[in-house]
């Protein structure tokens, strides 16, 4: 058995900003306890989303964090397992999982069958399934599940690793492959390098697959396509001027004789009309290339609208919320009521003190009531970008006469949708 230092330091890769507030992930000493293991998955439950969202994945940084999570996973296994006298009599015990998981695991000895595996890798499918409903998904049972994976896993490759050793030294040489000869059972033997980190496989997204989702977005493609067309268009420019100097050099020499300033008026023209042509040319590329730029603006605008929702789905997930959570929504601008200067600094829970006209809402599901001014119904349509054809001017806060029950309801409506 491979002899392992007693302490070893697991340092995490470098995060994000956006990661690094989900969990800092601090180097782990030894074996990794529950919370650290819970941390790590956490992040990489993020990451795995954010890479879901047009240019803002990274298949090298959830790469790395896989890598990270099989090391720790493999310190947890060893100070669990490889310590066992007797193999033999290793008993790979599951975690309790909750009633809504109709898979029911039972304690494995020795190694796992490949029913076991299956069953095992189809009831965390089925658990995490839940991870978007936070009363039926604990982070802690997930980690447990996934760890469980791992340990079976291991145990079948430590389990075929010993066969192996156990083969008779003294075999008949006639079983022995010839040189240049490749034996047969080689290339019917299941790879063991690919199963070590089947445990951590369920934990991110295939990178193939985020690489797919990057590339469908060109954001890459288009820059680098902005940047060939941007050269080339400097390329055809400077060939312009070079061919202006060459012109004028044929006019100060056309005082020569006047057999040669018929060819050299016929060369003169030539030159000036390929210059056309290359300018025609430089000004074609120049429009190409703010197309991918366009096409950048349109992904990170798609990107802004994506962030926003995550805001609201945060503040809609938070337990007991009361009309105060109106408040908390931020525009497309990422202001909230109370710092815009759309809405002049007003918030719902200063209309409600001032016992305003009723604004009926849905929040969590529960109907409340909330107010808000006339006079300020057409800032807090303008500020959440909604009821534009209520609005006098796409610049205005002014609402049209008569439609201001109608802008009422639909505020009441754009409201529901962010916290019912």
């Known amino acids: 058995m491979t002899d392992y230092p007693n302490v ?3 340092s995490p890769p470098e995060l994000p900003p956006y990661l690094e507030s989900v969990h800092h992930l601090q180097p782990i000493v030894g074996v990794p306890n529950d919370d650290e293991l819970i941390g790590i998955f956490s992040v990489i439950l993020v990451a795995e989303k954010a890479a879901e969202i047009p240019g803002m994945g990274n298949p090298g940084l959830i790469f790395r964090l ?10 947890r296994y060893r100070s669990k397992y490889l310590i066992t006298t007797f193999p033999e009599s290793t008993v790979y015990t599951p975690p309790a999982l909750p009633a809504h998981v109709n898979i029911r695991l039972e304690p494995i000895a020795v190694a796992p069958s490949e029913e076991e595996l299956i069953k095992v890798q189809d009831a965390m499918r089925v658990y995490r399934q839940f991870s978007n409903v936070p009363s039926m998904f604990d982070p802690h049972v997930n980690m447990e599940l996934s760890q469980y994976l791992f340990d079976i896993q291991m145990g079948k490759h430590t389990q075929r690793a010993w066969q ?3 083969r008779p030294n003294n075999a008949p040489f006639t079983n022995l492959p010839r040189t240049g000869e490749r034996p047969n059972n080689l290339s019917n033997k299941p790879s063991t390098s690919g199963t070590n980190n089947s445990g951590t496989g369920e934990n991110v997204i295939g990178l193939a697959q985020l690489t797919q989702v990057i590339r ?3 954001v890459q493609d288009a820059i680098e396509r902005s940047n060939r067309l941007a050269e080339q268009a400097n390329c055809l420019i400077e060939r312009s001027n070079q061919l202006a100097e060459r012109s004028n050099q ?3 020499r056309s005082n020569q004789p006047i057999e040669q300033s018929n060819q050299f008026a016929d060369r003169f023209n030539e030159l000036l009309q390929r210059q056309n042509q290359h300018m025609e040319r430089s000004i074609e590329l120049a429009k190409e290339s703010t197309k991918p730029i366009e096409k950048l603006g349109g992904v990170l605008e798609n990107i802004n609208k994506v962030l926003v929702r995550i805001q609201h789905a945060i503040v809609r997930n938070h337990k007991g919320n009361t009309t105060r959570a109106l408040d908390c929504l931020v525009n497309e601008k990422g202001e909230t009521p109370v710092i815009s200067s759309v809405t002049g600094a007003y918030t719902f829970a200063d209309f409600m003190k001032e016992d305003e006209i009723p604004l009926p809402v849905i929040i969590d599901g529960v109907p409340q009531v909330a107010s808000i001014s006339e006079d300020f119904l057409g800032r807090f349509l303008r500020f959440y970008g909604i009821g534009n054809a209520f609005l006098k001017s796409p610049s205005s806060t002014e609402l049209h006469p008569g439609c201001e029950y109608t802008a009422r309801v639909t505020l009441s409506e754009y409201l529901n949708l962010c916290l019912g």
Do not use: K, P, T
């Open 8 to 10: 070893q330091i697991y």
């Open 66 to 75: 896989s890598e990270h999570l099989f090391d720790v996973q493999m310190a």
């Open 164 to 166: 192996n050793n156990a």
């Open 216 to 218: 469908d977005a060109g």
């Open 250 to 252: 044929l006019v100060e």
